[in-house]
């Protein structure tokens, strides 16, 4: 029999196989003008994408603004909707689902947002916000909500009171823990955390994500974590993919990745970031250019203007993000010399 949104609402899915499939996933923003708004254009924001979640993993997404990490995210929860490719989370096909069922599958994606300000109504108290979820989904009757809602409330380190509060007072990092408290509401399987952590102090940051790391452990979660970072994915993530104008350029486990990356676009955003360590020696690599227009992408790879490595072949062919026989771990590389074993510092600093 035919498995429906409704049947799998309220349970955790089987271990077998991805909690999500995102496969060959797009999403193309037309550009309109004139007087009768022609489409003269669009602006690829997702182009293809394409990987695996499996339940209670971390994938990290990071790359330069602009790469279509936040859209990424919203296309695959379908709060916009995508242009191509297909979703299947546990199984069922989200483009597919008729609204009802859709709606049932709700509870089980959340997401997380970047800024705890705006995210949150200011007219409506705490309580309400974090209750709203249980009402909606009709989880709970009225007398449990306040009952739930002071139970998140505590699981995610704030005093049951705050349920009386606005969100005006409430510091930053206490709006984006009544944020969270709201995520996991209905008990999720998959949450989408936009750089829940970017605009928040250092100091807050580590207590954020300590926070989501005891849920994930907890309640079996999975995570897609958009983040600008580094460092904080390597921390949080198991898995790391690398966005480049809306396509994935690299994807492989974090602690391999950050060893030994292997497209040359990784490598500069790596060697890019600060060491904190002041006595450590670090050749500082930075990518020449700005990102291509997302209008006019360029021919074949589209790392090839800013790439050091860049051949005729970049130029006219687009690599396939595909394993590498000379790559002995576990990776997908969408680049034609990625075996070549390639050293973007030493590249720039030849060239330079």
Same mark, same amino acid.
């Given at each position: 029999m035919k498995k429906t949104a409704t049947d799998t609402a309220t349970k955790k899915p089987s271990p077998i196989g991805p909690l999500v499939r995102v496969r060959g996933l797009k999403? %193309?923003?037309?550009?309109?003008? $004139?007087?009768?708004?022609?489409? @003269? $254009?669009?602006?690829?924001?997702?182009?293809?994408?394409?990987?695996? !979640? @499996?339940?209670?993993?971390t994938l990290g997404l990071v790359g330069e603004s602009g790469s279509g990490k936040s859209t990424l995210g919203r296309v695959m929860l379908r709060l916009i909707p995508a242009t191509s490719g297909g979703v299947l989370f546990d199984g069922l096909d989200l483009f597919s689902l008729p609204n009802q069922e859709l709606r049932a599958l709700r509870r089980r994606m959340q997401i997380v947002f970047q800024d705890p300000v705006s995210s949150l109504n200011p007219r409506m108290t705490i309580g309400a916000t974090v209750g709203e979820p249980l009402r909606i989904h009709r989880a709970a009757s009225r007398s449990a909500i306040r009952e739930r809602v002071a139970e998140l409330l505590e699981r995610v380190g704030l005093p049951a009171s705050a349920m009386n509060r606005y969100p005006h007072e409430f510091s930053g990092g206490q709006r984006q823990r009544v944020g969270i408290a709201r995520a996991i509401a209905l008990n999720p399987s998959f &949450?989408?955390?936009?750089?829940?952590?970017?605009?928040?102090?250092?100091?807050? +940051?580590? +207590? &954020?994500?300590? !926070?989501?790391?005891?849920?994930?452990?907890?309640?079996?979660?999975?995570?897609?974590?958009?983040?600008?970072?580094?460092?904080?994915?390597? %921390?949080?993530?198991?898995?790391?993919?690398?966005?480049?104008? =809306?396509?994935?350029?690299? !994807?492989?486990? /974090?602690?391999?990745?950050?060893?030994?990356?292997? *497209?040359?676009?990784?490598?500069?955003?790596?060697?890019? /970031?600060? #060491?904190?360590?002041? +006595?450590?020696?670090?050749?500082?690599?930075?990518?020449?250019?700005?990102?291509?227009?997302? &209008? %006019?992408?360029?021919?074949?790879?589209?790392? *090839?203007?800013?790439?050091?490595? @860049?051949?005729?072949?970049?130029?006219?062919?687009?690599?396939?993000?595909? #394993?590498?026989? =000379? !790559?002995?771990? @576990?990776?997908?590389? /969408?680049? *034609?010399?990625?075996?070549?074993?390639?050293?973007? /510092?030493?590249? &720039?600093?030849?060239?330079?």
């Open positions: 999403k %193309h923003f037309p550009i309109r003008r $004139g007087l009768f708004s022609q489409v @003269a $254009g669009v602006i690829k924001a997702v182009d293809g994408v394409s990987f695996d !979640l @499996a339940q209670g993993k &949450i989408v955390c936009d750089e829940p952590v970017s605009s928040l102090d250092v100091s807050v +940051q580590s +207590q &954020i994500l300590n !926070l989501l790391a005891d849920l994930r452990d907890e309640m079996n979660i999975s995570y897609l974590f958009i983040a600008h970072d580094l460092a904080v994915v390597r %921390h949080f993530c198991d898995d790391v993919a690398v966005m480049y104008l =809306g396509k994935i350029v690299e !994807l492989a486990p /974090a602690e391999r990745l950050y060893e030994k990356p292997a *497209h040359p676009y990784t490598q500069a955003l790596l060697q890019s /970031a600060p #060491s904190p360590d002041p +006595q450590e020696r670090h050749r500082h690599a930075t990518v020449s250019g700005e990102v291509a227009d997302p &209008i %006019h992408p360029p021919r074949g790879c589209a790392f *090839h203007p800013r790439c050091p490595f @860049a051949t005729e072949e970049c130029r006219r062919v687009e690599p396939k993000l595909e #394993s590498k026989k =000379g !790559l002995a771990d @576990a990776r997908l590389v /969408a680049c *034609h010399y990625a075996e070549n074993d390639l050293n973007f /510092a030493d590249a &720039i600093q030849s060239s330079g």
